[in-house]
């Protein structure tokens, strides 16, 4: 048969649907075709003038249908030369490439249980039949047709469409010469015919630099790790018996670069690591660095839920900043969050023209408190592309914990709700059972895959069992962000001390229930924005006086059970309110109250850190009893720390009161006790009251004790002793 011949047997409705962009198979139109012992090859070249296949001559253009052409060839290795006017180009034809997704991947994608779900969706550079180029794959079950565009074929949706694989609804083509750096969108049509505004790529690895939304095409092999040693014993860091203190920063606003320029992944290696281990801290907790487009939101409005944000640099970059971590001894934690995102329409909303990733009842899938959508969890893909999301980071870049951000809003469907508001779940209660299913997925998936990691949940109700595992009916977190204590303690440090007598029971509330779960205390940075004030300005008094209590607080926060979280400039008590636009007032180191503070963090990290009483038992009541816990109306508290076997005892006296007192406390045992911490000493910002460096016991019963020992408990401080 000639190729005019050929031309004019081709399906005018087929040739039709592929010039207008409606084709839903293009493969089984496009490319190479048995015929006989050749290929009948259909190309589609938009704005050709002419075409050849090398091997195999020139086409014949398909009569009525600019830019499809036919011809033959007796290899499906062909190439396509094509002309329009002056210009000339060479190109390998996509429609001639197989699949690159297996039957495995297919299986997985259709079952929702494809825990590297990121190895077979987004864009892959790659090789694929001895030919260079990026595989494109996306889900997108309910669309007519998808098609990926980019600068390299002009955004023109009508160039690339890709081949749907079954029953799975994803979509996947391999475009050759197509390389890492390339800008990319997908652009839909959905079963109506509508063409949707392009969609960045949901498992997308980079992203345009805010305001254009394009993903990038990014290469993920081949990584180059020098973390060994702090892999190996990682597990140890991240324990409940481990002195646990994380450092919260957010990347955009701890330091900027001179001109007010956000500091690159690359110096952040370089400053946050080396100032965050002079500091003490065991772990850096970076607020969320998936993709996100709006500063104002922090990160926790992302879209690029596998991009980590192109704000601070590249993949490898990002990846360069762990590991210059870990080989400082520092745990990375990422913020993450799987509980809503943003309407943005080159989002997940509506991906293909329907609720995709999102419930589409409102009252099950709108956040009315941000203006987000709300992820559906019932949906096995939608589970399987958070659960999967959540190991790629943990897997990709050696990070070593997530915090799961509102969790308390994925747990209750009346969550902010008016009755009425909300639908019940299928037993008429209020639990969202399956976001509970989610998470306790999430975790089974990561603990069981990557054991030395952590995950903790930001849960401000009184759910029961969050980190205890779900083979015990838990949630299955590593730990619980004790918010109750958080909020009890900050209202009692925040009161004039004159009346703290009557709010005692604030600061020793938080014992009645601290075994319940694994707890880290934190102050993070919800607690120093909208209005609420930096932690020194929450303080009551003037000038030293309000240094004296915040110094006292961290002191109590320190030596009271559970780990430890700051946020970042609260260790050196930065005057103002943070904000994410500009830098930490850096400058007020230079002044000597700031400065005392931010060497009491310090030292209290060291303290800690090196004290096994303080942390052993931070999540068992075996370390922990109160000595005096019920004088109120001097506003004090003095409690034990023990803990494992070899480790000396500790004995905490806490004076929330302006008033110099003598004080005798109970002791466990007698002989002689180190003051090892005074939040009065003049290095901090004090006025040095304290006991000359020790103590001796007194066989002297106080306190329910044999013995015990009279000490000067400075204004509002707090005294710290260790057993010699």
């Known amino acids: 048969m000639t190729g005019a011949r050929a031309a004019a047997r081709i399906d005018p409705q087929a040739a039709q649907a592929i010039c207008e962009g409606r084709h839903g198979d293009p493969f089984a139109f496009l490319g190479p075709h048995p015929a006989g012992k050749e290929w009948r090859v259909t190309v589609w070249q938009p704005g050709a003038e002419k075409v050849w296949l090398k091997p195999g001559g020139a086409t014949t253009e398909v009569p009525g249908f600019p830019g499809l052409f036919v011809g033959k060839t007796k290899s499906r290795e062909y190439r396509i030369r094509a002309v329009a006017g002056d210009a000339e180009w060479i190109v390998d034809d996509p429609y001639r490439f197989g699949p690159v997704l297996g039957e495995i991947d297919e299986y997985l994608l259709g079952e929702g249980t494809h825990h590297q779900l990121w190895d077979a969706l987004g864009a892959h550079p790659m090789e694929h039949e001895g030919v260079g180029g990026t595989h494109f794959a996306v889900w997108a079950p309910n669309a007519q047709r998808v098609s990926v565009i980019g600068g390299f074929n002009f955004w023109d949706g009508r160039r690339h469409p890709m081949r749907q694989r079954g029953a799975t609804g994803v979509w996947e083509i391999f475009v050759p010469g197509v390389g890492v750096g390339e800008s990319y969108k997908y652009e839909i049509r959905t079963a109506a015919g509508e063409i949707l505004p392009h969609k960045a790529d949901p498992v997308g690895f980079g992203s345009e630099h805010a305001p254009a939304t394009a993903s990038v095409v990014r290469d993920l092999g081949g990584p180059l790790w020098s973390d060994d040693e702090w892999m190996e014993r990682r597990h140890r860091e991240n324990g409940v018996d481990a002195p646990i203190s994380i450092y919260e920063v957010h990347l955009g606003s701890w330091r900027r670069a001179p001109g007010d320029r956000m500091l690159s992944y690359v110096e952040l290696a370089d400053q946050l690591v080396d100032y965050a281990h002079d500091m003490g801290f065991t772990h850096l907790e970076f607020m969320p660095v998936s993709e996100y487009p709006f500063d104002g939101s922090w990160g926790y409005q992302p879209i690029g839920l596998f991009a980590p944000t192109i704000r601070h640099g590249t993949p490898d970059e990002f990846r360069a900043l762990i590991d210059a971590a870990h080989r400082k001894g520092l745990g990375v934690i990422l913020d993450w969050v799987p509980g809503h995102f943003p309407s943005d329409i080159h989002g997940l909303g509506r991906f293909d023209g329907t609720p995709l990733y999102e419930h589409g009842d409102p009252r099950e899938g709108f956040h009315q408190d941000w203006n987000t959508l709300i992820y559906n969890y019932g949906r096995r893909e939608v589970k399987n592309y958070l659960t999967a999301n959540a190991l790629y980071w943990l897997e990709e870049y050696h990070v070593d914990g997530l915090r799961v951000d509102a969790v308390a809003s994925m747990l209750y469907r009346d969550y902010s709700r008016a009755d009425g508001e909300w639908v019940p779940n299928i037993h008429g209660g209020r639990e969202n059972l399956e ?263 007194e066989d002297q019963p106080w306190h329910g004790r044999p013995h015990s020992a009279e000490i000067r408990l400075p204004p509002l401080s707090v005294v710290v002793f260790r057993q010699d």
């Open 435 to 697: 976001a509970i299913a989610m998470l306790r997925d999430m975790n089974v998936a990561a603990y069981g895959t990557y054991p030395g990691i952590m995950t903790a949940a930001e849960e401000s109700t009184s759910f029961p069992g969050v980190s205890r595992p779900v083979d015990q009916g838990g949630l299955g977190f590593g730990f619980k962000w004790n918010m109750g204590w958080m909020n009890d303690t900050l209202s009692y440090i925040q009161k004039d001390p004159i009346h703290r007598k009557y709010h005692h029971h604030q600061m020793t509330f938080g014992l009645h229930y601290a075994w319940s779960e694994n707890f880290i205390l934190p102050i993070s940075h919800d607690e120093v924005v909208h209005g609420k004030g930096s932690m020194i300005a929450k303080m009551p008094g003037e000038g030293a006086e309000k240094f004296a209590n915040l110094r006292a607080y961290y002191g109590f926060m320190w030596t009271h059970p559970g780990k430890k979280l700051l946020f970042m400039g609260c260790e050196f008590a930065q005057g103002r309110e943070w904000t994410h636009q500009q830098s930490l007032d850096w400058h007020q180191l230079d002044i000597p109250e700031h400065r005392g503070v931010q060497r009491l963090i310090r030292d209290l990290n060291t303290l800690y850190r090196s004290n096994g009483a303080l942390h052993h038992h931070d999540s068992r009541p075996d370390g922990f009893e109160w000595i005096e816990a019920g004088d109120a109306e001097a506003s004090v508290f003095v409690f034990l720390r023990r803990g494992a076997a070899g480790d000396p005892p500790i004995v905490v006296a806490v004076n929330m009161t302006p008033v110099d007192r003598p004080y005798r406390i109970g002791l466990p045992s007698g002989g002689t006790w180190a003051e090892v911490m005074n939040t009065d000493a003049a290095i901090y910002g004090g006025q040095d009251r304290g006991n000359f460096g020790r103590i001796h016991a």
